[in-house]
Each structure stands twice: as C-alpha cells, then as structure tokens.
C-alpha cells in the first residue's frame, strides 16, 4: 500500500487532530486538470500570512521560503455546491478568497481584481473558494463536497 503526504505512522498511538482550524479550498468539479491547480495556487496564496509556519533549511544552511503550518484539504462539487458554499460563508461572516471564470482570460492581479469588482456577489461565477477557519465551520460551509482526486 503506498502511503500518502503527512500519513500516520502505523505504529504511533493516535492523538486526535493537532489543529482546531481547517484550511480548506473547494473546486469545481469541472475543471480541466490545470486550471484545478492553477486555481488551488492562487485561491491558498490569499490566505493570512499568519498561517504560515517557519522558514525551511537543509542540512547545507540553505533557506526556503516557509510554508502553511497545517495542511489543506482540497475538495471538488457541482457549480451549484460551489455557490450554495459561498452562501454559507457569507452567512457566517467567514473570510474567503474566490476564483471566477474570467480570471482565466486575465493576466495579472490588477485586471483579477477589475474582473470581480463587475460582477454582483450572487453572479459571480465561482470556479473555485478557499478558507480557513474553525474545523466545524468549516466543514458546514463545504457540506456535500467530495475529497478532488
């Protein structure tokens, strides 16, 4: 069996989780492959820099940028199970980062930023949602969502 990113060693006694928070980002299921991780890349990277953990080095004192201190899940629904989430964040006043359809025919943050700012909040044509928040929360905002493949 092939074990996966931050699996449980077998042998260690389970401790429940180590974070009350989740961060979690949902696609649409209708993404083409690229545009699924082009789209987790940006909706993460508008995420508070206070989730971000320390700074990576290597045995040879090189430096790397540091990463999330907890890890995401990555989820995938329907169009309307994408909308019906941004509804239940909003309901609960939870900060989130949103990916429309027409940032894919824009190139930089400037004209993202235009191509949303035209759009009411319920026409918004939601590809993709990211956010972090407490764990039963979150996972009420993305009920009925799937683990993405």
């Not at 430096?63 to 509804?87: C, N, R, S």
């Amino acid at each position: 069996m092939s074990r996966t990113y931050k699996t449980r060693n077998r042998h260690t006694r389970d401790r429940g989780s180590m974070f009350d928070t989740k961060i979690a980002v949902l696609l649409r299921d209708d993404l083409a492959g690229w545009q699924a991780l082009n789209v987790t890349a940006f909706l993460v990277s508008g995420l508070p820099e206070e989730l971000r953990g320390e700074p990576y080095i290597d045995a040879d004192d090189v430096t790397y940028l540091p990463m999330f201190g907890q890890p995401v899940v990555v989820l995938q629904g329907d169009k309307d199970l994408v909308m019906k989430a941004h509804e239940r964040a909003l309901n609960r006043n939870q900060a989130m980062t949103v990916f429309t359809a027409d940032l894919f025919a824009t190139g930089n943050d400037e004209d993202n930023r235009a191509a949303v700012r035209k759009v009411h909040t319920q026409d918004l044509d939601l590809v993709g949602i990211a956010v972090h928040g407490q764990k039963n929360a979150v996972d009420k905002i993305f009920k009925g969502a799937r683990m993405h493949p």
